[in-house]
């Protein structure tokens, strides 16, 4: 295992807007992931859980604290540099897929390699196709597939660059429970199998249950977290995470 | 079954006027051009006027207006058919809450009609302005009587403007009848990936380029034979120039067919620069479709511009025709009408590459996300829509140059008796120059504009 850390993130703030309408959607959320772990963060809408992935994986800038993945700070980084080291080091799988429309299957999953000016080894995407078991659809285009298909598609262009971190925004929010627990076990594997990073943000409790621990965020702050969860554990936190929230606004 | 109505309509506009800019802005310009003719034409038919002035006015305006009113309603048409593409999620969105086809193309078809009323209204003024300035350039030239006063003719003027209207509508209909002829999960499903079936060019569409290219040349032979044997020194320069412009028309019908193949045979050369090229060379292949609404106005530049230009080129090489059928007077004019119209039309050709341009990089917003959120620094992303305008650029300037051989050609061998007029290439240089820049150079404003949108905005993942 690698000494740094996967993912660290330092007191991030993110306000939105200016003056009296301003929000906070994150309040000093400190958070370190280590190599291979897999770390679900829920909370309730707008407590921040996709601001926090978005920092994290370099698509939004925080307003205030610091981010660095595999030991390398993101932040204060030019829109350039942040794209470049984003599409080395992080992978992201987004609830809405976000394929290339006019590119294939195995281009897509290429993509990010040629991108970067790395070299293209045909092998190593059909591989990354492969484990995601989409051997055969390797030549049909996005809208030739189902959406199963195209978040497992999304799911081996996040990988195949091995990044240090595998950032998913509600990967199963859009499919239907048979692909969703494909993908899910899809993520799970990845970790055990290849010592992946994933950090993942859900809804749904059933999803979270494949992480090894969840972090709870409500109004822009980190209030709990749970190892080993279970579908049951998680499902009675959330609901008192409910209680919580309401506790705040009072 | 009734669909929205008009109060529906125009707050569907006012609530988000930028995807209606390029449709505005083509069924003005179009009611500008064609009405401006219109006016000539009304002078000419007015009570006051004589015979032989009557015949001049007459015979310009709709032989000359006739052609510029054909390249109007192709581009207006081809503009208005991407503007229904841009909305093809938000078609798949209200089908899903209930609309049924026919309601969705009445809304459609109603915000057209209110949305054309307003432009080709405002466009009255600028065409009669227009038409009397062209009216006032004949009279110089001392075509018609110098004391024959310029008519506005609001009749005419409004019935040009009307004509706009209808083909801009049939067009709406037509690209409606597209977007809505599915399941409505189907077209939500499309707008979300943007629409990456190709459609096959319709029969239609292939019988009409082939009956285009027929009549284009049957003119060129025209040119060459019966027109050739004319006692009016003229006359074959009434068909040549209708051939390049219906060589010009075939070639636009087939553009996306043409885009294909240019990227095919161009992919080597796109590949060499890097992966904008490569993405380039993919997006002009599957998705021409798109890509062929900007190829249009760039072969009716380039086949257009060039055909008249060199028209004019070889007459003025040719040995004088002066004598009792042709004063010098004549001569000028016919010489500064030509340019009038290159002018008019290349300028609008010129703003309607612009227009498409531009409604194409909004239509594409959130597939620049996209490939944003896949890796691609801003930069890739308009180095690969820069290559992409070129492409078109050089396939509009090649196929619009062997459209305007159509008319260059036969009227070579016709004055001058060589297949190759030895008159200068400035004009190639000049017309080839503006087509490229005007492609790429707006093309490359509106992409840079679309970077300063975050790549997450873009693709719809936070408002």
Redesign the interface.
């Known amino acids: 295992m690698r000494e740094t850390a996967a993912l660290e993130v330092h007191d991030l703030t993110k306000t939105y807007g200016t003056g009296a309408g301003a929000v906070r959607a994150l309040d000093g959320v400190s958070l370190v992931l280590g190599t291979g772990s897999f770390t679900a963060v829920m909370g309730p809408s707008g407590s921040g859980k996709?601001t926090l992935l978005?920092c994290a994986a370099g698509?939004?800038r925080p307003t205030e604290g610091t981010v660095a993945v595999g030991g390398e700070t993101l932040t204060a980084m030019k829109?350039?540099a942040m794209?470049?080291l984003?599409?080395e080091r992080v992978g992201?799988v987004?609830?809405?897929f976000?394929?290339?429309?006019?590119?294939t299957a195995e281009?897509?999953v290429a993509?990010?390699l040629?991108?970067?000016?790395r070299k293209i080894r045909r092998r190593d995407v059909r591989a990354a196709l492969d484990l995601v078991g989409l051997a055969e659809q390797v030549d049909r285009?996005?809208?030739q597939l189902s959406g199963g298909q195209q978040q497992r598609v999304a799911m081996a262009?996040a990988m195949v660059t091995e990044p240090a971190l595998l950032c998913a925004?509600e990967p199963t929010g859009q499919l239907d429970t048979r692909s969703a627990r494909e993908v899910l076990g899809l993520l799970r594997g990845s970790v055990d199998r290849a010592g992946q990073t994933v950090l993942m943000v859900t809804h749904d409790a059933v999803a979270a249950s494949y992480a090894d621990q969840v972090v709870f965020l409500v109004d822009g702050q980190i209030v709990g977290r749970m190892s080993n969860p279970t579908v049951g554990a998680v499902a009675t936190q959330l609901a008192n995470l409910d209680e919580l929230a309401l506790g705040g606004a009072r | 079954m009734r669909g929205p109505g008009i109060r529906a309509a125009t707050s569907s506009i006012r609530s988000r006027p930028a995807i209606f800019v390029a449709g505005f802005v083509s069924m003005f310009l179009g009611s500008v051009v064609v009405g401006s003719f219109a006016s000539l034409l009304a002078t000419g038919l007015d009570a006051g006027t004589s015979a032989v002035d009557q015949e001049s006015l007459v015979t310009m305006a709709s032989v000359v207006g006739g052609w510029g009113l054909v390249i109007v309603l192709f581009s207006v048409a081809s503009t208005m058919t991407v503007s229904v593409h841009q909305r093809t999620a938000e078609i798949g969105l209200i089908r899903a809450l209930g609309a049924v086809p026919r309601q969705m193309r009445r809304q459609l078809t109603t915000e057209t009609a209110v949305l054309g009323a307003v432009a080709c209204l405002l466009a009255v003024l600028p065409a009669t302005l227009l038409g009397r300035r062209v009216f006032s350039l004949v009279q110089e030239g001392g075509m018609v009587t110098p004391g024959l006063q310029h008519v506005a003719g609001l009749p005419y003027v409004l019935t040009a403007s009307a004509l706009v209207l209808v083909v801009s509508l049939a067009a709406v209909r037509v690209a409606a009848h597209r977007a809505t002829g599915q399941p409505a999960d189907i077209a939500m499903?499309?707008g979300?990936?943007?629409?990456?079936?190709v459609p096959r060019l319709s029969r239609w569409r292939v019988l009409a380029a082939v009956l285009a290219f027929a009549a284009g040349a049957s003119m060129s032979a025209l040119t060459l034979t019966v027109m050739r044997d004319q006692e009016d020194p003229y006359a074959s320069m009434q068909t040549a120039g209708p051939a390049g412009i219906l060589w010009s028309l075939g070639f636009v019908l087939l553009s996306p067919l043409l885009l294909r193949g240019a990227a095919r045979v161009l992919g080597g050369v796109l590949s060499r620069f890097?992966?904008p090229g490569?993405?380039a060379s993919?997006?002009a292949?599957?998705?021409s479709h798109l890509l062929a609404g900007i190829l249009a106005p760039v072969i009716v530049l380039v086949g257009m511009g060039l055909g008249t230009l060199y028209l004019m080129a070889i007459e003025n090489q040719a040995p004088s025709v002066l004598g009792e059928l042709v004063t010098e007077a004549d001569a000028a004019t016919l010489e500064t009408l030509n340019y009038v119209v290159v002018g008019m039309i290349s300028t609008f050709a010129a703003i309607m590459v612009v227009n498409t341009v531009a409604a194409l990089v909004v239509d594409r917003r959130r597939?620049f996300?996209?490939?944003?959120?896949?890796?691609?620094?801003?930069?890739?992303v308009v180095a690969t829509n820069v290559l992409e305008a070129a492409l078109v650029a050089v396939t509009g300037l090649v196929v619009g140059g062997i459209a305007s051989l159509g008319t260059i050609v036969p009227y070579s061998l016709v004055k001058l008796d060589r297949v190759v007029p030895d008159v200068t290439a400035l004009w190639w240089v000049l017309v080839w120059t503006l087509a490229v820049a005007v492609t790429v150079g707006s093309s490359w404003v509106a992409v840079r504009r679309a970077m300063r949108q975050?790549?997450?905005e873009a693709?719809?993942?936070?408002t």
């Open positions: 996709s978005n698509l939004e829109e350039a794209t470049r984003r599409r992201f987004f609830q809405g976000h394929l290339v429309p006019y590119l281009q897509n993509l990010p040629r991108l970067m000016g285009l996005p809208s262009r925004d | 499903r499309a979300a990936t943007q629409g990456t079936r890097g992966v490569y993405l993919y997006d292949r599957r998705r597939e996300g996209q490939q944003r959120l896949a890796g691609a620094t801003p930069q890739q975050p790549a997450l693709v719809g993942a936070v």
